[in-house]
C-alpha cells in the first residue's frame, strides 16, 4: 500500500546578489509539477511569478542565474495569491491533500525558504508544505552516499538534462523525473522533513509534596475582614490560598509598632509573592 497518491515537486527561485545573502530573501518564481504515485506519469505543471516587496528590482546576477526578468516579477503575483493559486491548481486536478507529498531537492525549499518568508510577511501557508520528502535522500539509498547537485544526480541517473538550469519550473521538471527513476528502483519514498514538533510524552506525575501545617492566624479586625470578603478568601487565608501572617514593624518612623497582616507565600530574599496586605485596626 502506497502512502501518498501524488507527488508535487516544487523548486522555488528567489531574490538574490552576488556576494552576501540578500536579505530578506523572497521568491520571485513558485513553480511545481504533479507526479502520480502510483504511474510514474507527471500529470500537470504550475508557474507563476511572484513580486517581490523588499527588494523589487532584480539584481543582474538574479537576472542572469535564474533567467527570470523584470517585467515578469513586475506583473507578478504576491505570495499569499501565489499560494492560493496552487491550492486551486491541486483543486482542480482532484489531488486529496491528505495523500500528497511535497517532494524538493534538499531542505531549504520548504524548512528555509517558504517557512521564513511566510513567517515574516505573517502569511498563512498550507499545512501540505510543514512535511516534505527531500529527494537527495532516497536518491543516495539508490545510487550511494555522496555530495552531488541536482544536475550532476540527474546525469548520474542516466538522464539527460531538460531545459536552463536554475529556472524553478525546469529545475523541477528535472527533480520530478529524477522522482520518477528513484521510484522504479523500488526505494521508498517517505517524508524526511517536517516543522511539525514530534509530540513528547506525557511526564509521570510527581507525588504531591506533604505540607508542614502552619498556625492559621484568625483576623481580628474589621478592616481585615472586610479585605478578606472583597478578596472573596476564606477568614485566616488570602485570595491565593496561603494562610495569612501577621508581624509588626520594626523599622523606626511613623508605622512603628503597627501591626500587618500579609500573605504567608513570603520569602526574606523574594518578599511577598502576591499583593495582599492589609493594617490590624
Known amino acids: 500500500m502506497r502512502d501518498f497518491d501524488c507527488f508535487v515537486v516544487i523548486d522555488f527561485e528567489a531574490t538574490c546578489k552576488q556576494g552576501p545573502r540578500i536579505y530578506p530573501q523572497e521568491i520571485i518564481e513558485f513553480p511545481a509539477v504533479l507526479v502520480d504515485a502510483a504511474t510514474g506519469d507527471l500529470l500537470s505543471a504550475f508557474r507563476t511569478y511572484v513580486k517581490p516587496r523588499h527588494h523589487p528590482v532584480l539584481t543582474a546576477f538574479c537576472k542572469e542565474l535564474t533567467g527570470i526578468q523584470q517585467e515578469q516579477v513586475d ?11 496552487h491550492d ?9 491533500l491528505n495523500l500528497l507529498a511535497v517532494v524538493t531537492w534538499g ?8 517557512e521564513f518568508e511566510c513567517t515574516f510577511k505573517g502569511i498563512a501557508k498550507p499545512a501540505y508544505f510543514n512535511r516534505w520528502v527531500n529527494l537527495r535522500i532516497p536518491f543516495e539509498a539508490a545510487f ?18 531538460d531545459g536552463r538550469l536554475h529556472c524553478g519550473l525546469d529545475d523541477a521538471c528535472n527533480t520530478a523525473r529524477l522522482l520518477v527513476e528513484v521510484m ?6 517517505t517524508i ?26 484568625q483576623p481580628l479586625a474589621a478592616p481585615l475582614n472586610h479585605c478578606l470578603n472583597w478578596c472573596s478568601c476564606g477568614a485566616g487565608f488570602c485570595y491565593c490560598g496561603v494562610p495569612i501572617r501577621g508581624d509588626m514593624v520594626m523599622m523606626p518612623g511613623q508605622t ?14 523574594l518578599g ?8 490590624a485596626a
Do not use: H
Request: net charge negative; hydrophobic share 40%.
Open 75 to 85: 506583473g507578478g503575483v504576491g505570495l499569499a495569491e501565489a499560494l492560493a493559486m
Open 88 to 96: 486551486s491548481w491541486l483543486a482542480a486536478a482532484g489531488v486529496a
Open 184 to 189: 522504479s528502483r523500488g526505494v521508498p519514498i
Open 192 to 217: 524526511t522533513g517536517s516543522l511539525v514538533p514530534v509530540p513528547l510524552p506525557e511526564p509521570e506525575p510527581e507525588p504531591e509534596p506533604k505540607l508542614k501545617p502552619e498556625i492559621q492566624i
Open 144 to 161: 550511494g552516499a555522496g555530495r552531488r547537485n541536482l544536475q550532476e544526480a540527474v546525469r548520474e541517473a542516466g538522464l539527460q538534462w
Open 256 to 269: 512603628q509598632g503597627r501591626y500587618f497582616f500579609t500573605c504567608g507565600n513570603w520569602t526574606p530574599s
Open 272 to 279: 511577598p509573592m502576591c499583593p495582599f496586605f492589609v493594617w
Open 107 to 114: 531542505d531549504w525549499d520548504c524548512k528555509a525558504m517558504l
